[in-house]
């Protein structure tokens, strides 16, 4: 395996772990939930065991569903990990000989993955309240 290969496939891990992280502070924005609480179920309030947080992975193993009450796991949170994921592993590929340019993009997709979650969660709950 080649060095930059290497990288690609590490920096799709962590890209992974932060769309699992905008997604879950996309939601305690919007709820109003401290940051610094544990995940829990949105259903049945249930602590999420760390193992069942793994990135992509968990969603899979869990097929999509609460351990505990079986109800569905929102697939917003498959796809802002994969979307990080492919992201983050994009500009490794873009971006492998300069640090700068590499630094300046992980940055500004985050945040703009961050924004995007919340503004689509935002009009996911007043599509819900109103009906359309």
């Known amino acids: 395996m080649s060095e930059k290969t290497f990288f690609i496939l590490w920096f799709?891990?962590?890209g992974a772990l932060f769309g699992s992280f905008i997604n879950a502070m996309a939601y305690?924005?919007?709820?109003k939930v401290s940051p610094v609480k544990t995940?829990?179920?949105?259903?049945?309030g249930q602590a999420i065991k760390p193992w069942d947080e793994?990135?992509?992975?968990s969603w899979f193993v869990l097929r999509g569903r609460c351990?505990?009450?079986?109800?569905?796991?929102?697939?917003s949170m498959l796809i802002?990990?994969?979307?990080?994921?492919?992201?983050y592993a994009s500009g490794i590929f873009l971006f492998y000989r300069y640090v700068w340019a590499l630094s300046?993009?992980?940055v500004f997709v985050t945040i703009a993955g961050y924004l995007a979650m919340t503004a689509l969660k935002i009009m996911g709950n007043l599509s819900q309240k109103t009906g359309v």
């Open 28 to 31: 305690r924005t919007i709820h």
């Open 12 to 14: 799709a891990a962590i």
């Open 104 to 106: 300046i993009f992980l």
């Open 54 to 57: 793994i990135p992509i992975v």
């Open 39 to 44: 995940s829990r179920c949105e259903h049945c």
């Open 67 to 75: 351990r505990h009450c079986k109800s569905r796991i929102s697939a």
């Open 80 to 87: 802002s990990e994969i979307g990080m994921a492919a992201l």
